[in-house]
């Protein structure tokens, strides 16, 4: 590594171990530690979301995809920003009304049960794992590849520094980490895409004549179906995409971070607009890698394409932009981590250990202990899933967390708001079936078993598609529904003083009463 990459990496390390430093001193209560006190403004708690979603799946893997596969690798950026659309006009505003700290919180404002909330608990610590394991994965291939350590060295120097963010910054470190990270991802993100037009002419045109003919999938690479060649896997991919984020609980806990709804609302619009230009820049990002790198070398580099965006940086730029690219890249895996983290351990310490077993009247001090404890736990379990997964895509491992967030939390949170009969047991049958059927289509998927050995394991998958949201998201709505229709009657007056909390805000109390 040379001597300007080491400077970019321990220069935006230290910037954030100082902002790290800075926010343990406002650490004095687990809602300061949960929620920065929910003192974040719209703009920042939009960069910051921004931050958190604009992961390594997104820089590392999504760039990998397109430059391997051409318009199939573009359905990534595709789903993921229509997303945003159904965070925005369905989710965030009742979201932020009901809730405290966490997703659970939010469903038994109006379902008061220790088996929802354990079950909520349950979902979200499995999705933080899933996701989790894309980020440790892209953070070992790129220290790997800049280093030359060996991956689970790697994986395991990560796993020491996100860990040290959440335990000592919380929620406030953790947001100003995102904010930081987002800013130089853009910066970086805008470079390499103005010099891949440069070497075009800024002629988008003429991008698109040269690309198709350097790889080797020729006019098909510009069209669907190298990738996906099944339509029904490929509808099921973008289920998974668009109504994932939705449910994923540590973009979800973000909204507790600022003072209102209407700021909650304010701060989707903002993560729209920034994650809406990064996802159309991941074209110059793919195309221009595909262009310039080659697919020999970016799958010599890593099998799954992850080290494409630094390749063509390092084509683009020499060992400056590469070694600036590669240390934005890994403060963006850290910010997101430290997020997961912190996700992962306010659903054990919060939702589990505070509210289940204290039965809500665990100290401040008991909650702080369990969040840090749990936040090891999580840690600890995510690396040692990540040894295991090094040869696969980030972004296709995030598609599964979206896949799961989509059938488990989705349901029971559109029907908690809408839904009138929606009951106890429609609560339980809607997260437990979105969620083991999510897991055990996934376990039987040609993710994990391929019959020439290229998966987990060998031999023939019994479930045909790579993603099962389509099956598993309307098994969790219809789930819900069924369990609501057999379960005992609903609460019409526990249901109308949700509603008009959740659409007026009234009656709801906000993160700084906690």
Excluded at 489 to 500: L, N
Aim: aromatic share 12%.
């Amino acid at each position: 590594m040379s001597g300007i990459g080491i400077i970019f990496f321990v220069g935006i390390v230290g910037i954030t171990l100082v902002v790290t430093y800075l926010a343990s001193k406002n650490n004095n209560s687990a809602q300061d530690f949960y929620t920065a006190g929910g003192g974040l403004t719209g703009w920042q708690n939009g960069i910051a979301i921004a931050g958190d979603y604009l992961s390594a799946a997104s820089f590392l893997g999504i760039a990998g995809a397109i430059a391997l596969f051409g318009f199939d690798g573009f359905f990534y950026s595709i789903g993921y920003l229509v997303a945003y659309l159904v965070v925005l006009y369905i989710v965030a505003e009742p979201l932020r009304n009901l809730g405290k700290y966490t997703l659970a919180d939010m469903i038994t404002a109006r379902f008061d049960h220790k088996k929802i909330r354990g079950t909520a608990a349950v979902s979200s610590i499995v999705i933080v794992l899933f996701y989790m394991i894309a980020q440790l994965v892209g953070a070992g291939a790129l220290i790997q590849l800049l280093l030359g350590i060996d991956y689970w060295v790697a994986v395991i120097l990560v796993g020491i520094m996100m860990t040290i963010y959440v335990l000592w910054g919380g929620m406030g470190a953790t947001s100003w980490v995102q904010i930081i990270k987002a800013c130089l991802l853009m910066l970086g993100t805008v470079i390499i895409s103005a010099l891949v037009l440069m070497k075009f002419n800024f002629n988008v045109l003429e991008m698109f004549s040269y690309v198709k003919t350097h790889q080797p999938h020729g006019e098909a690479y510009l069209n669907a179906g190298v990738k996906y060649t099944n339509g029904i896997d490929t509808m099921s991919m973008m289920i998974a995409l668009v109504l994932g984020t939705a449910g994923l609980p540590h973009i979800l806990m973000r909204f507790f971070t600022v003072k209102d709804a209407k700021t909650a609302r304010s701060s989707v619009v903002t993560a729209t607009w920034i994650v809406g230009a990064f996802y159309i820049l991941t074209i110059f990002l793919g195309f221009g890698a595909a262009a310039f790198v080659g697919t020999d070398k970016i799958l010599a580099a890593n099998p799954a394409g992850n080290m494409a965006a630094p390749l063509l940086a390092e084509y683009l730029g020499g060992d400056i932009l590469m070694s600036f690219i590669c240390a934005v890249a890994f403060a963006t895996i850290l910010a997101v981590v430290a997020g997961l983290v912190l996700s992962g351990a306010s659903a054990f310490a919060h939702d589990i250990y505070g509210q289940i077993f204290k039965k809500g009247k665990a100290t401040e001090r008991q909650q702080m202990l369990a969040a840090r404890y749990a936040s090891v736990g999580v840690s600890v379990f995510s690396i040692v899933l990540a040894l295991f997964a090094q040869s696969l895509n980030v972004a296709f491992l995030v598609s599964l967390a979206f896949c799961i967030a989509a059938s488990a939390n989705l349901p029971v949170i559109i029907y908690t708001i809408y839904y009138k009969k929606f009951n106890t047991t429609g609560a339980l049958a809607g997260m437990l079936t979105g969620l083991i059927s999510a897991l055990v289509l996934v376990a039987l998927s040609p993710n994990i078993w391929n019959p020439e050995g290229t998966a987990i394991f060998t031999g023939e998958a019994l479930f045909p598609l790579t993603n099962p949201a389509i099956v598993s998201v309307p098994l969790g709505f219809l789930a819900g529904w069924i369990g609501s229709l057999i379960g005992a009657k609903s609460d019409a007056k526990k249901y109308a003083e949700v509603e008009v909390k959740a659409n007026t805000g009234m009656g709801s109390s906000g993160s700084v009463d906690h």
